[in-house]
């Protein structure tokens, strides 16, 4: 039996971007909030993450960027770790679910003839990143 989103819903549930997840269901990832804030070095402002999981998010996003900053390219299991705890974290924001029902939500592919994995991934990140996922659409259109 599969787990009705509607059933887990936040009562502060804060909307989103509707993605089609691991489970077939569409679920409501987060849009992550971005806020800018004044410092006192010449850049003058800083961007912040505003929201539920707002700390958690925003150390993730700063692991990312030092990966990708790096000469040395990044272990796949690190990238993983840091793209599913984004994942983690927009849905998070919207659903109480414990880690054995996240795992049925949530899950990415980095292999290729596997593309639903990927187009999941690549959906949280976009969402993750500021940018509109995929619209969701029935089973075999476009």
Known sequence: MSLD??????????????????DG??????????R??????DVG???????PHADEYENLI??????FSSETP???????????????CLLLSNYDLTTKQLRKVLAFSYRDGDEEGK???DAVLAIA?????????AVGTE
């Open 74 to 88: 990044p272990a796949f299991h690190d990238v993983a770790k840091v793209e599913l705890g984004l994942g983690k």
């Open 45 to 51: 402002l800083q961007y912040t993450i505003a929201g």
């Open 25 to 34: 269901q569409v679920w409501t990832l987060v849009r992550p909030t971005v």
């Open 119 to 121: 187009v999941i991934r």
């Open 36 to 41: 800018m804030v004044p410092t006192d070095d």
């Open 129 to 137: 990143f500021g940018n509109d996922g995929p619209k969701p659409s």
């Open 62 to 67: 700063e692991q990312y960027d030092v990966m």
């Open 5 to 22: 989103p509607l059933s887990v819903k936040r009562a502060d549930f804060h909307g989103g971007i509707p993605v089609i997840m691991a």
